[in-house]
Protein backbone atom coordinates (compact mmCIF):
# COMPACT_ATOMS: atom_id res chain seq x y z
CA UNK A 1 0.00 0.00 0.00
CA UNK A 2 2.64 2.24 1.17
CA UNK A 3 4.46 2.20 -2.51
CA UNK A 4 0.93 2.56 -4.40
CA UNK A 5 0.72 5.98 -2.55
CA UNK A 6 4.20 6.85 -2.87
CA UNK A 7 4.06 6.36 -7.13
CA UNK A 8 0.84 8.60 -6.91
CA UNK A 9 2.42 11.54 -4.77
CA UNK A 10 5.18 11.05 -7.33
CA UNK A 11 2.91 12.05 -10.38
CA UNK A 12 1.43 15.09 -8.31
CA UNK A 13 5.17 15.73 -7.12
CA UNK A 14 7.19 15.33 -9.97
CA UNK A 15 7.49 17.40 -13.55
CA UNK A 16 10.84 17.09 -14.63
CA UNK A 17 11.16 18.26 -18.24
CA UNK A 18 11.12 15.99 -21.37
CA UNK A 19 13.09 15.99 -23.44
CA UNK A 20 15.93 17.25 -20.78
CA UNK A 21 17.18 21.13 -21.87
CA UNK A 22 20.58 20.29 -22.16
CA UNK A 23 22.66 17.11 -23.12
CA UNK A 24 26.02 15.86 -21.83
CA UNK A 25 29.23 15.72 -23.64
CA UNK A 26 32.77 15.20 -22.97
CA UNK A 27 35.58 17.69 -23.90
CA UNK A 28 37.58 15.77 -26.63
CA UNK A 29 40.90 17.65 -25.62
CA UNK A 30 39.91 17.64 -21.56
CA UNK A 31 38.03 15.07 -20.81
CA UNK A 32 35.67 16.93 -19.05
CA UNK A 33 32.49 16.98 -19.14
CA UNK A 34 30.19 19.79 -20.46
CA UNK A 35 26.50 20.98 -20.42
CA UNK A 36 25.49 21.08 -23.58
CA UNK A 37 24.68 23.58 -25.41
CA UNK A 38 26.36 26.31 -22.87
CA UNK A 39 29.42 27.07 -23.40
CA UNK A 40 32.71 25.91 -20.78
CA UNK A 41 33.43 28.13 -17.95
CA UNK A 42 36.76 27.75 -16.00
CA UNK A 43 35.21 28.03 -12.83
CA UNK A 44 32.36 25.17 -13.65
CA UNK A 45 32.65 21.31 -13.15
CA UNK A 46 30.16 19.16 -14.43
CA UNK A 47 30.03 16.28 -12.18
CA UNK A 48 28.05 12.74 -12.16
CA UNK A 49 27.36 11.32 -8.91
CA UNK A 50 26.78 7.84 -7.27
CA UNK A 51 23.66 8.02 -4.69
CA UNK A 52 23.16 5.28 -1.85
CA UNK A 53 19.90 4.45 -4.21
CA UNK A 54 21.76 3.22 -6.84
CA UNK A 55 21.23 5.95 -9.53
CA UNK A 56 23.48 8.68 -10.38
CA UNK A 57 22.76 12.23 -10.80
CA UNK A 58 24.24 15.08 -12.57
CA UNK A 59 25.47 18.08 -10.22
CA UNK A 60 27.34 21.48 -11.07
CA UNK A 61 29.78 22.95 -8.51
CA UNK A 62 30.57 26.63 -9.83
CA UNK A 63 33.58 28.27 -7.90
CA UNK A 64 33.73 31.79 -6.86
CA UNK A 65 37.60 33.23 -5.68
CA UNK A 66 35.73 35.47 -2.69
CA UNK A 67 33.87 32.87 -1.17
CA UNK A 68 33.18 32.11 2.17
CA UNK A 69 30.16 29.92 1.63
CA UNK A 70 28.58 27.51 -0.24
CA UNK A 71 24.90 27.13 -1.45
CA UNK A 72 23.55 23.68 -1.96
CA UNK A 73 21.02 24.63 -3.98
CA UNK A 74 17.71 22.06 -4.60
CA UNK A 75 15.75 23.35 -7.61
CA UNK A 76 11.79 23.06 -8.32
CA UNK A 77 9.72 20.30 -9.64
CA UNK A 78 9.62 21.74 -13.23
CA UNK A 79 12.86 22.59 -13.89
CA UNK A 80 16.09 20.60 -14.93
CA UNK A 81 19.98 22.07 -14.55
CA UNK A 82 19.82 23.30 -17.73
CA UNK A 83 16.96 25.40 -16.68
CA UNK A 84 19.01 26.61 -13.84
CA UNK A 85 22.29 26.97 -14.78
CA UNK A 86 22.43 31.15 -15.91
CA UNK A 87 20.46 31.50 -12.56
CA UNK A 88 23.06 29.29 -10.55
CA UNK A 89 25.75 31.52 -12.23
CA UNK A 90 24.18 35.01 -11.37
CA UNK A 91 23.87 33.94 -7.82
CA UNK A 92 27.42 32.86 -7.30
CA UNK A 93 28.68 35.88 -8.58
CA UNK A 94 26.02 38.17 -6.45
CA UNK A 95 26.17 36.80 -3.46
CA UNK A 96 29.84 35.57 -3.79
CA UNK A 97 29.34 32.13 -3.18
CA UNK A 98 30.25 28.53 -4.33
CA UNK A 99 27.18 27.16 -5.84
CA UNK A 100 26.47 23.21 -6.18
CA UNK A 101 22.98 22.26 -7.70
CA UNK A 102 21.60 19.24 -9.16
CA UNK A 103 19.33 17.20 -10.46
CA UNK A 104 17.08 14.68 -8.53
CA UNK A 105 16.74 10.98 -9.87
CA UNK A 106 14.71 10.92 -12.96
CA UNK A 107 15.35 14.91 -14.17
CA UNK A 108 17.96 15.59 -16.63
CA UNK A 109 20.32 13.70 -17.51
CA UNK A 110 20.09 11.56 -13.96
CA UNK A 111 19.16 8.28 -13.93
CA UNK A 112 16.82 6.50 -12.07
CA UNK A 113 13.26 7.62 -11.66
CA UNK A 114 12.07 10.25 -9.49
CA UNK A 115 10.61 9.74 -5.97
CA UNK A 116 10.14 11.07 -2.66
CA UNK A 117 13.34 8.98 -1.04
CA UNK A 118 15.34 9.27 -4.23
CA UNK A 119 15.50 12.87 -3.69
CA UNK A 120 16.55 12.74 0.13
CA UNK A 121 19.47 9.93 -1.36
CA UNK A 122 20.23 12.83 -4.21
CA UNK A 123 20.84 15.53 -1.57
CA UNK A 124 23.09 13.47 0.21
CA UNK A 125 25.59 12.51 -2.74
CA UNK A 126 26.02 15.98 -3.33
CA UNK A 127 26.51 16.99 0.29
CA UNK A 128 29.15 14.39 0.27
CA UNK A 129 30.66 15.22 -2.67
CA UNK A 130 30.97 18.94 -1.10
CA UNK A 131 32.75 17.52 2.01
CA UNK A 132 35.01 14.91 0.24
CA UNK A 133 35.62 16.04 -3.26
CA UNK A 134 35.94 19.89 -1.90
CA UNK A 135 36.64 20.19 1.90
CA UNK A 136 33.49 21.88 2.64
CA UNK A 137 32.78 22.50 5.95
CA UNK A 138 29.78 22.19 7.72
CA UNK A 139 29.63 25.08 9.03
CA UNK A 140 30.06 26.79 5.85
CA UNK A 141 27.22 25.39 3.81
CA UNK A 142 23.89 27.40 3.00
CA UNK A 143 21.31 24.69 2.14
CA UNK A 144 18.57 26.35 -0.47
CA UNK A 145 15.38 24.74 -1.32
CA UNK A 146 12.99 26.06 -4.09
CA UNK A 147 9.70 24.31 -4.09
CA UNK A 148 9.41 20.87 -4.04
CA UNK A 149 13.28 20.90 -3.41
CA UNK A 150 12.31 22.32 0.50
CA UNK A 151 11.57 18.75 1.02
CA UNK A 152 14.81 17.20 0.57
CA UNK A 153 16.89 20.66 2.12
CA UNK A 154 14.63 20.04 5.72
CA UNK A 155 15.05 16.47 5.40
CA UNK A 156 18.60 17.06 5.48
CA UNK A 157 18.80 19.70 7.57
CA UNK A 158 18.34 18.89 10.71
CA UNK A 159 21.03 16.27 10.25
CA UNK A 160 23.89 18.47 10.15
CA UNK A 161 23.89 20.35 13.43
CA UNK A 162 26.60 23.18 12.35
CA UNK A 163 24.59 23.75 9.20
CA UNK A 164 25.38 27.80 8.49
CA UNK A 165 21.93 28.40 6.97
CA UNK A 166 18.98 27.28 5.42
CA UNK A 167 16.93 29.17 3.06
CA UNK A 168 13.44 28.32 1.88
CA UNK A 169 11.99 29.41 -1.28
CA UNK A 170 8.46 28.90 -1.97
CA UNK A 171 8.17 26.21 0.54
CA UNK A 172 5.30 23.37 0.86
CA UNK A 173 3.88 22.50 3.80
CA UNK A 174 3.80 19.03 2.79
CA UNK A 175 3.17 17.25 -0.58
CA UNK A 176 -0.63 16.53 0.79
CA UNK A 177 -1.09 20.23 2.07
CA UNK A 178 -0.34 21.85 -1.42
CA UNK A 179 -3.92 20.05 -2.63
CA UNK A 180 -5.97 19.63 0.29
CA UNK A 181 -6.09 21.84 3.59
CA UNK A 182 -5.60 18.91 5.69
CA UNK A 183 -5.23 19.60 9.40
CA UNK A 184 -2.99 16.46 10.42
CA UNK A 185 -0.31 14.99 8.99
CA UNK A 186 -1.14 11.34 7.51
CA UNK A 187 1.28 8.66 7.21
CA UNK A 188 1.03 8.47 3.27
CA UNK A 189 2.02 12.11 2.61
CA UNK A 190 5.35 13.20 1.25
CA UNK A 191 7.51 16.05 2.19
CA UNK A 192 6.35 16.45 5.74
CA UNK A 193 8.05 20.03 5.86
CA UNK A 194 6.11 20.84 8.89
CA UNK A 195 7.07 18.27 11.08
CA UNK A 196 10.99 18.59 10.33
CA UNK A 197 11.52 22.60 10.29
CA UNK A 198 11.28 23.03 14.21
CA UNK A 199 14.07 20.56 14.09
CA UNK A 200 16.26 22.78 12.32
CA UNK A 201 18.97 24.45 14.23
CA UNK A 202 20.40 27.08 12.12
CA UNK A 203 19.00 30.41 10.98
CA UNK A 204 16.21 30.12 8.09
CA UNK A 205 14.83 32.69 5.77
CA UNK A 206 11.41 31.97 3.78
CA UNK A 207 10.78 34.02 0.57
CA UNK A 208 7.37 33.55 -0.97
CA UNK A 209 4.96 35.52 -3.32
CA UNK A 210 1.76 36.81 -1.90
CA UNK A 211 0.13 36.10 -5.40
CA UNK A 212 1.36 32.16 -5.39
CA UNK A 213 -0.51 30.07 -7.23
CA UNK A 214 0.88 27.19 -7.47
CA UNK A 215 1.73 26.92 -3.36
CA UNK A 216 -0.33 29.41 -1.46
CA UNK A 217 1.95 31.80 0.56
CA UNK A 218 0.36 30.43 3.64
CA UNK A 219 2.98 27.45 3.52
CA UNK A 220 5.96 29.87 3.92
CA UNK A 221 4.17 31.99 6.69
CA UNK A 222 3.13 28.70 8.25
CA UNK A 223 6.64 27.46 8.25
CA UNK A 224 8.42 30.72 9.23
CA UNK A 225 6.22 30.33 12.47
CA UNK A 226 7.15 27.21 13.21
CA UNK A 227 11.11 27.92 12.98
CA UNK A 228 13.73 28.44 15.61
CA UNK A 229 16.22 30.67 14.42
CA UNK A 230 13.70 32.93 12.49
CA UNK A 231 15.47 35.50 10.23
CA UNK A 232 13.60 38.25 8.53
CA UNK A 233 11.20 36.49 6.14
CA UNK A 234 10.47 38.05 2.45
CA UNK A 235 6.71 38.12 1.54
CA UNK A 236 6.78 39.22 -2.37
CA UNK A 237 4.13 41.54 -3.11
CA UNK A 238 2.33 40.33 -6.41
CA UNK A 239 4.95 37.39 -6.89
CA UNK A 240 4.37 34.13 -7.85
CA UNK A 241 5.69 31.11 -7.93
CA UNK A 242 7.96 30.78 -10.51
CA UNK A 243 8.92 34.64 -10.58
CA UNK A 244 10.74 35.88 -7.50
CA UNK A 245 14.08 35.92 -8.83
CA UNK A 246 12.66 38.80 -11.37
CA UNK A 247 11.93 41.12 -8.48
CA UNK A 248 15.07 43.22 -7.32
CA UNK A 249 14.34 42.65 -3.44
CA UNK A 250 14.98 39.14 -3.97
CA UNK A 251 18.81 39.42 -4.74
CA UNK A 252 18.97 42.30 -2.09
CA UNK A 253 17.25 40.34 0.83
CA UNK A 254 19.22 37.37 -0.19
CA UNK A 255 22.77 39.15 0.03
CA UNK A 256 21.71 40.54 3.23
CA UNK A 257 20.63 36.97 4.45
CA UNK A 258 24.16 35.27 3.64
CA UNK A 259 26.05 38.80 4.27
CA UNK A 260 24.44 38.22 8.34
CA UNK A 261 25.25 34.30 8.72
CA UNK A 262 28.50 34.59 7.43
CA UNK A 263 29.55 36.94 10.89
CA UNK A 264 30.40 35.45 13.57
CA UNK A 265 27.79 34.26 16.28
CA UNK A 266 28.15 37.14 18.46
CA UNK A 267 27.38 39.58 15.46
CA UNK A 268 24.99 37.75 14.26
CA UNK A 269 22.91 38.46 17.99
CA UNK A 270 21.96 42.01 16.77
CA UNK A 271 20.19 40.67 14.10
CA UNK A 272 18.30 38.06 16.05
CA UNK A 273 17.78 40.87 18.26
CA UNK A 274 16.33 42.65 15.13
CA UNK A 275 14.29 39.61 13.96
CA UNK A 276 12.52 39.93 17.31
CA UNK A 277 11.48 43.13 16.45
CA UNK A 278 10.34 42.74 13.65
CA UNK A 279 8.19 39.52 14.81
CA UNK A 280 6.81 42.19 17.52
CA UNK A 281 6.46 44.42 14.34
CA UNK A 282 4.70 42.23 12.10
CA UNK A 283 2.17 40.78 15.15
CA UNK A 284 0.82 44.85 15.24
CA UNK A 285 0.92 45.08 11.51
CA UNK A 286 -3.01 45.38 11.75
CA UNK A 287 -3.32 47.69 14.58
CA UNK A 288 -0.99 49.99 12.52
CA UNK A 289 -2.59 49.60 9.33
CA UNK A 290 -5.96 51.00 10.76
CA UNK A 291 -4.14 53.55 12.29
CA UNK A 292 -2.41 54.28 9.12
CA UNK A 293 -5.75 54.75 6.84
CA UNK A 294 -7.51 56.96 9.78
CA UNK A 295 -5.14 59.78 9.80
CA UNK A 296 -7.68 62.64 9.45
CA UNK A 297 -9.08 61.03 12.29
CA UNK A 298 -5.93 60.76 14.43
CA UNK A 299 -5.11 64.70 13.42
CA UNK A 300 -8.86 65.49 14.99
CA UNK A 301 -8.64 63.72 18.43
CA UNK A 302 -4.79 65.23 18.77
CA UNK A 303 -6.00 68.53 18.82
CA UNK A 304 -9.02 67.78 20.74
CA UNK A 305 -6.26 66.66 23.36
CA UNK A 306 -4.72 69.94 23.74
CA UNK A 307 -8.06 71.33 25.59
CA UNK A 308 -8.06 68.81 28.37
CA UNK A 309 -4.43 69.27 28.95
CA UNK A 310 -5.69 73.03 29.18
CA UNK A 311 -7.93 72.10 31.22
CA UNK A 312 -5.90 69.90 33.07
CA UNK A 313 -3.07 72.67 33.76
CA UNK A 314 -6.25 75.27 34.70
CA UNK A 315 -7.63 73.00 37.14
CA UNK A 316 -4.04 72.54 38.64
CA UNK A 317 -3.52 76.40 39.14
CA UNK A 318 -6.93 76.54 40.93
CA UNK A 319 -5.68 73.74 43.45
CA UNK A 320 -2.67 75.90 44.03
CA UNK A 321 -4.66 79.05 44.16
CA UNK A 322 -7.00 77.19 46.60
CA UNK A 323 -4.23 75.37 48.80
CA UNK A 324 -2.77 79.28 48.97
CA UNK A 325 -6.05 80.32 49.87
CA UNK A 326 -6.12 77.88 52.71
CA UNK A 327 -2.89 78.60 53.76
CA UNK A 328 -3.29 82.39 54.29
CA UNK A 329 -6.64 81.70 55.94
CA UNK A 330 -5.31 79.76 57.95
CA UNK A 331 -2.13 82.39 58.90
CA UNK A 332 -5.21 84.78 59.18
CA UNK A 333 -6.95 82.80 61.60
CA UNK A 334 -3.31 81.89 64.01
CA UNK A 335 -2.58 85.67 63.44
CA UNK A 336 -6.50 86.48 65.24
CA UNK A 337 -5.77 83.81 67.57
CA UNK A 338 -2.21 85.61 68.53
CA UNK A 339 -3.63 88.89 68.88
CA UNK A 340 -6.57 87.23 71.07
CA UNK A 341 -3.71 85.92 73.53
CA UNK A 342 -2.33 88.93 73.63
CA UNK A 343 -5.06 91.11 74.86
CA UNK A 344 -5.76 88.03 77.03
CA UNK A 345 -2.32 88.42 78.15
CA UNK A 346 -2.53 92.50 78.68
CA UNK A 347 -5.80 91.61 80.62
CA UNK A 348 -4.41 89.58 82.91
CA UNK A 349 -1.11 91.58 82.93
CA UNK A 350 -3.89 94.85 84.53
CA UNK A 351 -5.55 92.62 86.64
CA UNK A 352 -2.69 91.23 88.71
CA UNK A 353 -1.38 95.30 88.67
CA UNK A 354 -4.66 96.53 89.91
CA UNK A 355 -4.87 93.33 92.88
CA UNK A 356 -0.95 94.34 93.96
CA UNK A 357 -2.15 98.18 94.15
CA UNK A 358 -5.65 96.86 96.65
CA UNK A 359 -2.57 94.65 98.45
CA UNK A 360 -0.30 98.28 98.92
CA UNK A 361 -3.66 100.06 100.47
CA UNK A 362 -4.43 97.57 102.65
CA UNK A 363 -1.01 96.90 104.00
CA UNK A 364 -1.03 100.64 104.38
CA UNK A 365 -4.34 100.77 106.35
CA UNK A 366 -2.73 98.53 108.96
CA UNK A 367 0.62 100.22 109.69
CA UNK A 368 -1.72 102.94 110.54
Known amino acids: MGGVTSSMAAKFAFFPPSPPSYKLVTD ?26 GTEIVAVYIRHPMATSTLLYSHGNAADLGQMYEL ?34 DIEAAYKCLEESYGTKQEDIILYGQSVGSGPTLDLAPRLPRLRAVVLHSPILSGLRVMYPVK ?21 LIIHGTADEVVDCSHGKQLWELCKDKYEPLWIKSGNHCD ?11 KKFVSTVEKSPSQRNSSRRSTDHFELSRKSTDVFEAARK ?11 TDRPEKLKIQSNNVDKLEKLRMSFDQMERSRRSVDCIEKSRKSIDHQLERARKSVDRLDRVRTG
Open 244 to 254: LELYPEYIRHL
Open 294 to 304: STDRREKPRRS
Open 28 to 53: ELTGLLLLSPFPHRENVEVLKLPTRR
Open 88 to 121: FIELSIHLRVNLMGYDYSGYGQSTGKPSEQHTYA
Open 184 to 204: RTYWFDIYKNIDKIPLVNCPV
